[in-house]
């Protein structure tokens, strides 16, 4: 069973690049990673999602490296409305399929 | 495009009562999934269903089941209800089905509070 973790909080400052990690352990070559956001009173947001190397859109990056044994969103240049709470989804081959990270909470500031 | 809709938003029940909620994806979308969410143990995956069959399901009792129904929609049933399920209920649509590599647009959620 894969067990998922991210940091709890982070801060960040206005138009500064932030970095959150999700590690994992035991995904398989071809399974995905998804990130997701999600504001107070809300559903999560698709952000972003991969299964290998690097992912880049119009919003977000995201970095797989080589073991897979973490998966990192990289959010350039946040703003006061980047404040939320950041999941990852980890698909996993094994029983349990999709795994959510623990989540961080986000707080930018001016 | 309407978004995904869930009914009721709010529910109170008591222990040992049994409660159905109900999810309306996106137009076109034939794959809901369902997911718990509590402070203590964060997002949890309970099913998937696509096309009425469902295709992968979470770590939970047999107390929770869903089924989907031929226009896409599905419901979650929980019975003898705990004080533990007291969670924000979400589902989620998505088109092709595969949770987990798909982009899933998630309802508002259903906030059940167990007395």
């Known amino acids: 069973l894969a067990k998922t973790t991210q940091p709890i909080s982070m801060d960040s400052y206005e138009g500064q690049e932030v970095n959150i990690t999700c590690s994992h352990n035991?995904?398989?070559?071809?399974?995905?990673i998804t990130w997701y956001q999600q504001f107070p009173s809300q559903g999560p947001r698709f952000i972003i999602q991969g299964y290998k190397t690097k992912v880049t859109n119009e919003v977000a990056s995201l970095f797989i490296p080589a073991d897979r044994k973490s998966s990192t969103l990289s959010l350039p240049r946040v703003s006061l409305s980047d404040t939320a709470v950041y999941y990852c989804?980890?698909?996993?081959?094994?029983?349990?399929?999709?795994?959510f990270g623990t989540g961080t909470r986000l707080k930018v500031l001016a | 495009k309407a978004g995904v809709t869930q009914t009721p938003r709010y529910l109170i029940k008591t222990r040992g009562q049994q409660v159905t909620l109900s999810c309306s994806p996106i137009s076109g979308h034939r794959s809901v999934s369902w997911y718990q969410q509590t402070p203590g143990q964060g997002l949890q995956f309970l099913f998937e269903y696509f096309s009425e069959t469902q295709r992968n399901k979470g770590n939970f009792p047999g107390r929770f089941s869903g089924r989907q129904f031929s226009n896409s929609r599905s419901e979650m049933n929980v019975s003898t209800l705990e004080l533990g399920d007291s969670a924000l209920y979400l589902c989620?649509?998505?088109?092709?089905?595969?949770?987990?590599?798909?982009?899933?647009?998630f309802g508002p959620g259903t906030r059940l509070t167990v007395t």
């Open positions: 035991n995904i398989a070559t071809n399974d995905y």
């Open positions: 989620a649509s998505s088109s092709t089905g595969l949770a987990g590599r798909d982009e899933q647009y």
């Open positions: 989804l980890v698909e996993t081959s094994g029983t349990y399929k999709y795994i």
